[in-house]
Structures are given as C-alpha cells and as structure tokens.
Nanobody, 124 residues
Framework: QVQLVESGGGLVQAGGSLRLSCAAS????????MGWFRQAPGKEREFVAS????????EYTEFVKGRFTISREIAESTVYLQMDSLKPEDTAVYYC?????????????????WGQGTQATVSS
C-alpha cells in the first residue's frame, strides 16, 4: 500500500508556473506507475500526466502537452508536475495517484492509491 502526500499548489496569475510534488512511501515503487489527475468544480476527475517509476516512460493528455512536465526523483521517492504557461482553465484540485505498473497509463480505474489533493488556482 503506497501512501501519497501532495504539496505545491497555490494561486498564480495566468502565464505563471507552479510545481506540484508527490511524496510516496510504503511500497516497492519500481512496481508502480504514478499519475497526476485533476478535478475542477462540477466536473469529473480527469487524467493529466503519468510516469513509469522504473523506466521513466511518460504520457500526457493533449491539453497539457508542451506546458506540463512530469518527472520523478528516485532518491527522494517523489514525483513532480511542473506546470508552465498556466491558464485559468487549469484551475482544479490536483491529485497524485499510484497504480501497478503496466496496463493503461491514462485510465483513472488503473490507479488504486490516491493522495489528498492540492488546490491550484490560476487567475486571469
């Protein structure tokens, strides 16, 4: 069972940047893929980006390609989401999630452990 703790959210103006962190513990991380999802008010939770802990393979949803970067720091057992060129429509609670390696990297149902979420607000 992997425990996840997110941090790094906040308020930023459009065009600005935020870096989210997800500290992982309690599991053999090489067996997992890690994902970032987000949920805006009144909307369903949606996939943002994911990374294989072992290989570093990444996937992104189309609307963040070229603006967001997911990475992992193995020594720190931490996954990051660097968010640049932020837009008001990026405003959401961002969740870190862990799932067993393999399978789909984008399906929400593939992820079994979730953090508590961190709010990111982008003002226009």
């Amino acid at each position: 069972q992997v425990q996840l703790v997110e941090s790094g959210g906040g308020l930023v103006q459009a065009g600005g940047s935020l870096r989210l962190s997800c500290a992982a513990s309690g599991g053999i991380l090489n067996h997992y893929k890690m994902g970032w999802f987000r949920q805006a008010p009144g909307k369903e939770r949606e996939f943002v980006a994911s990374i294989s802990w072992r290989s570093g393979y990444t996937e992104y949803t189309e609307f963040v390609k070229g603006r967001f970067t997911i990475s992992r720091e193995i020594a720190e057992s931490t996954v990051y989401l660097q968010m640049d060129s932020l837009k008001p429509e990026d405003t959401a609670v961002y969740y870190c999630a862990a799932g067993v390696a393999g399978g789909s990297y984008v399906r929400l149902s593939e992820y079994v452990n979730w953090g508590q979420g961190t709010q990111a607000t982008v003002s226009s």
